[in-house]
Every structure is written in C-alpha cells, then in structure tokens.
C-alpha cells in the first residue's frame, strides 16, 4: 500500500502524472518501431531490446511503484532478474562458444 | 570381457583419469574418516551420564575452527579444480595426424566407417600407439559413444557432429556401450572395439570388401544430387568452386570470415541461405531431408579430397 | 518469585481443562477436505506423500528383481523403461520435493515462529489439491500405459521418438510444479510476516531457515522446468517444431533448461532435511548448535550458488569446453558450504550429553551417508572422471547416497523428532531404533555396490548388462530387500502409536523452541497466548555454559513481563 | 480508513499487515513469472542465434502494425491500470474513477486479445503455422513460428487470466459486494496486470522487429 500522499491528492494529480509516464512509453514504443528500419547490424535488434528494458523499467518502478516501496519489495523484484540473468549468462557462454 | 574388479587402462588418458579419481579418493577417505571418527569418538566419550569433563567451549575456538575449515576446504577444492581441468584442457584438441573414422548413431546400433569406406555394425577395429579421432552423428535421438577401458564417453547428437579421440596403448578387445538412454532397446546398443597391432590392421583393412571409401561415394553423390552441375570446375553457372576449399577462410556476403571445416560444408548444405560466400546470389537448393547424415559425411570427404588436387582454376 | 504451580502449568505438566486440539476439532470427512489449518493440510500430504513413496519403491523392487539376471528373466524392455522412469518422477516430483517443506515445514513453520497459521492458507489448501490433480494425471499415465523418457523427458527422444504416455506425464509434473511455486510463496511470506514479536531473523531455528531457503528455490527454479515441459507438451502436442534436429532444433537446449531447475531441485529436497538434523542433533547432545551463523549463510550460499552449477549434468552432452569449466569451477565451489554443515554438525557433538534416542540415529545415519554422497559428488565435479562415470551407477549411487541416504533418512529423523508432537502419542523406541540402524545398513548394501559397478562402466537405465557386472547387481538388489524392510517397519510401529501410544507431554524430548511450548498435539490456532521470544534457538545450556543433565529452562514462551 | 473489520482474514492481528503480506506475496509470485517467461526468451534467443538468418526472413513475415497496436493498447491499460489501483489506495472516495479505470482495462485487454484474433488468422491464412506446407523455405523459420505460436499463446492465456480478474473487480465493487477503497486485490490484480504488459513490451522486440532493416 502505497504511503498516502501528504496533501488530499485530487484525481487531477493523478491523471498528471500517469499521463506523463504513458506518454513516455508511446514514445519509447514509436523510437524502437522507427528504429527498427535502420540498419545499423546488429545495434537494431540491440536498440529495440534496450528500449524494451526502458518501457519495462518505466512500468516497474513507476506504475507497479516499485520506487516507493518497502526493501522487501525490492529484493523479491531482484531476486527474480538476478537468476534471469544467471539463467541466459551460463546458457548463452555454452551456446557462444560451442565450436562447430 | 573385463575382469570383475580392475578396469583396464588401455588409452593414453586413462592413467591420468585414474590418478585423479584415486587422488580424489584418498582424499574423500581421509575426509570421511576424520568426520566419521570424530563422531564415533565425541558420541562414546560424550554420551550422557559419562565422566568426560564438560564445561564451556571457549568462544574463541569456535570462531577459529569455523574460519580454519572453510578456508582449507575452499583451497582444497580450488586445488582439486584446477587438477582436473589443467589434465581436461591439455586432450582437448585432436593431434592433427590422427586416423579419422565416421561413426553414426542409429536406434540401437553403432556404424563406423573407416576413411577408405571399410563399414563395420558394432565394431571398430583400431591400430594400437596411434591417436584416432571419431566424428559421429546420430540418425534419430542423442546416444552416447561410451569406452569404458579408454575412459572415454561422448555424446552422439541428431543435426549435429560431435567427435572425441582417444590413443589405444593396449590392444584387445574392449566393450562399447551406449551411455544415454535412447529406447527401448538402449541396452542392447553395444558393441567391441578391438585394438590391433599397427600391421595387423593394415591387413585387416585391406581385406576388407573394398567398399567405395567416402570420397570415392561422396564423388558418386556430388554428381547424382546434381551439386556438379553448378560447382563442378567445368560449369558456367556462378558458383563457388570447391577445389582446395577444405580448410581456407571463406569471405562470406555479410562481411563475415568463416573456416571452411566440416561444420561450414555441413550447414551449407543443409542451410545454403545461412552463409552465402562474397560475390555469389543466394540460389543453391536446401538438401535438408534430402541427404541422411552418412551420405553428407561421404560428399564432406569428397570435398575434402579436392584439397589435396592441384587446384585448378 | 512464580510458584511451582505456575511453572507446572506452563510447562503443561498439569492437566488443563480439555481443549479441543486440531485433530479432535472436528471429524467429518468435509472439515479434513476443507481445511485451512496448516497441520491438517501437513497430514494430507503426509498421507499422499507416503502413497506415492510406497508406489515408486514398488516399481522399483520390480526393476531390482530383473536385474538379478545379466539379460532379464521378469521384464521386457519397454515394461523395464516405464518402471525405472515412473519410479524416477514419483519419487523426485511426488516424494522428495513434498516430502519435508509440505508436510514437516507445513507443520512446524507457523508453530516455530509463533505464529496462528501460513500466510495464505487457502493457497496452501489449493496447492495441496494441485498435487492430487498432478497425482492422478501421473497416475493415469501410468495406467494407460507407463512414459518411457525417463524422469529426465530428453528431447528429441520424448518429443519425436517416444510412443508412450509423456504428454500425461508431462502435464502430471507441470502441474505439481505449480503446486511448488504456491508453496513457496506461502512459506516465504510467512516467514517474513508471521514471525512472533522477539522472533529476529538471527534467533530462527535452522529448520525455518531451511525451509526459507528451499523456498526462494522452489518459486525461482520451478517455473524453468514448467518451461521446459510446456516446449516437450508443444512440440509433441501441438506440432510446433522447437527441438527438431530437421527444423535445426537444438536437444541440447533442453537439457540447460531442464537442468537449471532440476540441480537446484537437489537442493530443494537436502536443504530441509540439513534443516531436521541441525533441530535434532543438538536437542540429544544437549549443546548449541555449533557456528549457528555460519550454517545459516551455507544454507543461504547452497541455496543461492545452486543455480549456477546445472552444467555439470552436461559435462560430455556436447556442451563446449569452456562452459564445462566454468560449471566445474562453481560446483568445486558450492561443495564448501556442504562441507562446512558436515563438520559444523560434527562439532556439536563436542562436550555434549549425548543420548541415541531414534531420531539422533537418523541424524548421524544422515551425516554419514550424505558425508559419503557429497565426497562422491567431488568426483563428479572434475571434468576427467565425470566423462568416464557420467551417465553409469556411480551417479546413480551419488544421488540416491544424497537423495535417499539424506533427506529421507533426515525425513525419518524428523517424523520420529515430531510424532510425539503431530500425534500427542509416543512411539516404541526400541523398535524405532532397530529400523534405523536397518535402514543404515540396508542402504550401505544396495548401493555401496553401485559405486564399484559404475567406475567399471556399468551404463544406468540398462534393462540387460554385460555379465561381469551381474555381482554388483545381485548385491545391490539383497540390499534392497533390506532397505524395503527397514522402510515398512516404521509404517507399523507408528500406526501402532496411534492407537496404543503413551501420552506424549508437551516436551518429551526436553528440546528447545516454540513448537514444544504448546500442547501436544496443538490446539487449532497454535498458542494460547501469543508467545514472545528473548534469546536465540537451541538454548541448551546457559551460554558459555556446558550441557547440565537436569530439564532446560523452557525459556522461549516463558511470558515476559 | 474504512472499517476493515471485514476485509481481515485469518491468520492476520491487522489489516495493513495483511495488505502488506498480500503485496509482498504477489511480487514474490511475479519474481516467479519473471522466470517462466525468461526461460521462453531464452529459447527465443539461442534459437535466434543458431539461425539468425531464418528468424530475420520470418521476422518480416509478421505484420508489424498489428503487432505495434497491440503494445499500444497494452500499455494504454497498464495506464488505466495504475490509474485505479492508486485511486483506490487514495484515502479519498474515487468510486466511480476506479470501477472506470477497471472497466477500460479490461477492454482494452479485450481490444488486444481481437486484434491477436485477426493477426492469427491472417498468419493462418498466410500458411505460418509450421507443419508440411510451411510459407518459407528455411527450416530456423519454422523454429521462429513454433516459439512465435506458443509464447503469444501463452502470453494470451495470461491475458485473459488479468481481465477475469478485472472483472472480477468490477463486478464485485459494483455490486458493492466488496469494497474497492484500500482493498488489496485492486493492487495485487494491478501488479499482475503490469507483468503481463512488461512480458509483451519484451515480446514485441523480439517478435515483430527482426529482420526490418535489412
């Protein structure tokens, strides 16, 4: 539960900012759409991968509030991308440098 | 037939896999019985009601064996890791001299083929003191090339080669076994490899049914599956000629260097679109389905036997 | 100064007022179907756990006959296939990985912690039924007709090749995983939200510990393995093509995500069961525990580290070199905090007054045989000797010394530890002991064996073998037999306590912690008043103390003031 | 604050712990989820990079404009998403701002899960579901659309679980049969939702960018 605001927040308040934040994604979403036109090797594929960790990350800790919650919630939320992580890191140094 | 208790060491490696395991056993045992005797000794000296003096456990003694037995466990398995890995790493890549045979894996037998075509189902006969490689692929699901006497145990995949090699240092005969499970008839899937004195197998090769050696099948196959007709030296249609392609760099389209070995020839058959060399259009034809792992294996020792012609441009 | 009265009550010496406690209150079929009390919800998968466990030894007992004959005389060869793979889901799946969070942990953790009941006990009730569900989609495979894949479901062999029942097998174990995730979650959150006030992070018993630890496991390894399943169910099922060797599918894919669960898997069923033996071996040597913060960060490290190892299943499955090395490397590392627990177990026993009731056989029969699986894992663990005893009986004897010789050896600790307390009965000791010193022999028979079998190449999963190996087997099979006896007497004299048990008191083993404070069995809702803790676990003797013979100050629910 | 008398349930001594438990066990659960859909892309990803020319071939193949549609709307309804579930943690009474944002969410998760009907068919139609007469010749491209088929299906089954939830929600604070103010399903419902939009902003890269450059 998210610590209530100091002042009465009115829906205005509210509309403001979420507004914003989906603003950023709509442009986010249209960068890596145009993007992926250009060629560039392989920093297309990367540019959209990257500006999808952008859109995840703005949904995370601003919509889901992960900015404004308890340590408890941070660890459940790292513990998960940590082994993620662990998870493509060891699969993908067999897969890179299997020979042949 | 191995006897009961001893596992012949019949490969160069085998010794020093065996020094590992009773190096590793040693120090297990030690291990075990450090902790099995403190138990035996603490659980009858300190069994209740006994006379042993009690009294506190000085705080201090506790921090220092806690520190003193990680530390030395840590160094101990670091010391054992890099043991195993420093004898792993040295037999990683095959001696370039060394003899090379094809085996296939199919559900519930082992073929192998020999470099001048000699076949054998569940055999393979071998020269003694000479380094062998085996580049196997498998017809149906993954088995397991396994060599107990040799130590030697490999993976056999579907879509892809795998090889191993091994240098025999006994002859005789040794079992073969199939290692990962693979059906029903998964422990049937044995075989012998005899090992031979280098004279005899040079007889025992000879005499064999002078089956087409691979190249010999593979030049058969380039024509029929209609490969010449577009690589031969003598066609006039655009495409990259095989003479003295084994084993040169080959610039491809997308700027990429690949090695011309046989996993490049295998996806190119297979996979002709994935790496199209400089200068050439994407047309050759995909045999995918069209050609079985052996008769890809023979056209790869075809290829490989242009090498060695005077390359003619 | 409280009167003797007072201490008597407390320590429910005296006869109280009869309370309903959570067996008698309230016996119609629907109350035990229904319920949200998480010690009814730990008998059900007590019971259900030991159906499926009776169920896999079965089938292996069949497998263990046929191997008496180098070339089998019982079983054909798919029959032999179908019981060592329903044996290996039943017993890893609907066994082991239930076995001590679901039933001992499901009971002890809100008693351990203080608190009324889990987290969320309707979702400790629904994954209970999630695992019946799993059950009879198993089961129904077995009957249509048995899976051949082994536990391990390889592609391409399970997605193309096989013609037995591994879509029902499949969705059998994808469900029961989900049935873990629950769980997990539901212990996790307890932990953190239920603990008794006074209850800090560092005075946990390393049982809760351990089942903390399990859990992180279990809600971040399962969903890999539902994965991993749902692409066999898909290929096989729905004819998307993911691992087809023809479509440039690659099997060995599979095995890393088939893997990176199933090693922490490992883990998920030994964790719990360090977490038994670190309550029982201090309780019956009367000391502390020894090092107490260091076994919680190598449970913590065991658990953490024990998703980075899962490549030493593929060392020779055509994994590239470099990737086996660093999977080495990281599975010579994750073996320290395993030693560490083994000598830090060791330990406690120094200076202590030590007695053998059952449960402290079990203990030191667990520290034994796991000492041995563990080294054997050493072996395991560097490249060279695992590509020659990868894939034979050297690993199936490592992993039954841990899976077997461990955590069901603990599990037993643990039920004999507990029974006075889950049942309010007492069972006969005498009897108690004599299975326990049978289950350690029986165990060292059947698969000491194995060890010898597999370095000389004895490949697992072989319905017929090379002759020379036909000693090994005959041995291991007369073992066996030994273990099978030594499981079924436990069945017989707890069942025998049942009906005629003496009365256990509150504390019959005089052991420290929030679970022994309340009457045995409990009342519904754990407490009377909620308890308050002051000072850390396994206060055996005062600190710094040694370990006096008369009864401990039961100090954790004494009501502070 | 409302009497949450009602709300308590066992085993918890009070409310605002019990919302906590409750936030806390969800994010556990979606650290879980985060696993399940990671391993997918983990399979989308070493499959990408055994055939990187078969996946850009079929990566062309997908229709773009439904696929950048379809993450519009997705990420319009984590908008109205939030939007609830914080005028429903507000302390002020925001009733009928909440049930619309409910009501819009599930919509527009309805609106995605059309536009996915389309783009299925018109992927049938286009012969790209793997089997004999597959559309294109390389084989990597059956691997894309095998993972392409079962990651969007699952990712809609996931879908659909959100809007019963939402709905669920809406039907209950309608009916007044539960109190939408500070009540922790609104927020446990609206990080689950968030999670199904995080899966999707991912999928989007990895499904319908590849192959657009060259």
Sequence with gaps: MTTPNEKTSSASDLWRLNLLIWATLMALLFASLALAYVPMGFLTPAAGIIIGFAKAGLVVFLFMELASSRALIWLAALSGLVFVAALFALTLADVLSRSG | MNSIFSLPEATTHAADVDNIFYLLLVLSGATAAVVFGAILVLAVRYHRGSAAKRGPLPEIVSREFEIGWTTATLFAFLFLFWWASSADLSRFSAPANALEIHVVAKQWMWKTQHANGAREINALHIPVDRPVRLSMSSQDVIHSFFIPAFRVKQDVLPGRDTDVWFQATKTGVFPLLCAEYCGTDHSMMRGRIVVMRQEDFANWLSQQPEGDDLAHEGAKLFVAQGCSGCHAASSNVHAPRLAGLYGRVVQLADGREVKADEAYIRDSILLPKRDVVAGFEPIMPSFSGLLDDGEIQSLTAYIRSLAHEKQSD | ?561 | MTDTSTQLREPWANFSRQQEAGKFGIWVFLASEVLFFGALMLTYTVCRIEHTEAFAAAGRETNIWYGTANTAILLTSSLTMAMAAQAAAAPERFRRLVLGCLLTTAALGLAFLVVKGFEYKEDIDKHLVPGSHFALPQAGAQLFYGLYWLITGVHAVHLSIGIVLVSRLILLGYLRKIELRENPEVEVTALYWHLVDIVWIFLYPLIYLPGRAS
């Design chain 3, 1 to 561: 100064m409280r009167s003797k009265v007072t201490d008597a009550l407390l320590n429910g010496e005296l006869p109280l007022p009869p309370r309903p406690d959570y067996l008698r209150h309230g016996s119609t079929i629907s109350s035990w179907l229904i319920t949200t009390d998480h010690k009814r919800i730990a008998i059900l998968y007590a019971i259900t756990i030991t159906v499926f466990f009776f169920m896999g030894g079965a089938a292996i007992t069949a497998v263990r006959l046929e191997l008496f004959e180098p070339n089998g005389w019982l079983l054909t060869s798919d029959t032999y296939n179908k019981l060592f793979s329903f044996h290996g889901i039943v017993m890893v799946w609907f066994f082991l990985v239930p076995s001590i969070p679901n039933t001992l942990g499901n009971f002890l953790l809100p008693l351990m912690i203080g608190a009324p009941d889990v987290a969320f006990p309707r979702l400790n009730l629904f994954s209970w039924y999630l695992t019946i569900a799993a059950g009879m989609l198993t089961v129904y495979a077995l009957v249509a007709g048995g899976v051949d894949t082994g536990w391990t479901f390889y592609t391409p062999y399970s997605t193309m090749f096989s013609n037995s029942h591994v879509f029902a097998a499949a969705a059998g174990v994808f469900v029961v995983g989900f049935a873990s995730i629950a769980t997990g979650v539901n212990f996790i959150a307890t932990t953190h939200m239920l603990r008794a006030p006074g209850m800090t992070w560092f005075r946990l018993p390393l049982f809760v510990w351990a089942i903390y630890a399990t859990s992180i496991i279990m809600v971040l390894a399962t969903p890999v393995l539902a994965i991993s399943l749902l692409l066999v169910i898909a290929e096989r099922w729905l004819g998307l093509p993911i691992f087809d060797p023809a479509q440039g599918g690659d099997p060995i894919l599979f095995q890393h995500l088939f893997w990176f669960y199933s090693h922490p898997a490992v883990y998920i069923m030994v964790l719990p069961a360090m977490g038994v033996v670190s309550e029982v071996i201090p309780c019956f040597a009367r000391r502390r525990i020894f090092g107490y913060d260091f076994m919680v960060y190598a449970m913590v490290a065991i658990a953490g580290i024990g998703f980075f190892v899962w490549g030493h299943h593929m060392f020779v499955s055509g994994q590239s070199i470099y990737a086996s090395l660093i999977f080495s490397f990281l599975s010579f590392i994750i073996a320290v905090p395993s030693a560490i627990k083994v000598f830090n177990w060791t330990a406690s026993l120094y200076r202590g007054q030590i007695s053998f009731d059952s449960p402290m056989l079990y203990a030191l029969g667990f520290v034994g045989l796991f000492t041995t699986g563990g080294l054997s894992g050493l072996f395991l663990a560097s490249i060279p000797v695992d590509v020659h005893v990868t894939d034979t009986y050297f690993v199936v004897a490592h992993f039954h010394y841990i899976m077997v010789g461990g955590s069901v050896s603990a599990f037993f600790a643990g039920l004999h530890f507990w029974w006075p307390k889950i049942t309010g009965k007492m069972y006969p000791d005498g009897w108690a002991r004599f299975a326990a010193i049978l289950m350690y022999a029986g165990f060292n028979m059947t698969f000491l064996p194995q060890f010898f079998a597999g370095y000389l190449g004895m490949p697992r999963r072989y319905h017929t073998y090379p002759p020379e190996f036909q000693i090994y087997n005959v041995m291991s099979s007369a073992g066996a037999a030994v273990l099978a006896a030594a499981y079924l007497l436990p069945l017989g004299y707890f069942a025998w306590s049942l009906f005629y048990g003496t009365r256990a008191g509150n504390n019959p083993w005089r052991a420290t912690g929030l679970e022994w404070t309340t009457t045995s069995p409990p009342p519904p809702k754990n407490f009377d008043r909620q308890p308050r803790v002051d000072r850390g676990p396994y206060d055996y003797h005062a600190a710094g103390q040694s370990a006096g013979t008369d009864p401990p100050e039961v100090q954790n629910a004494r009501e502070v003031v």
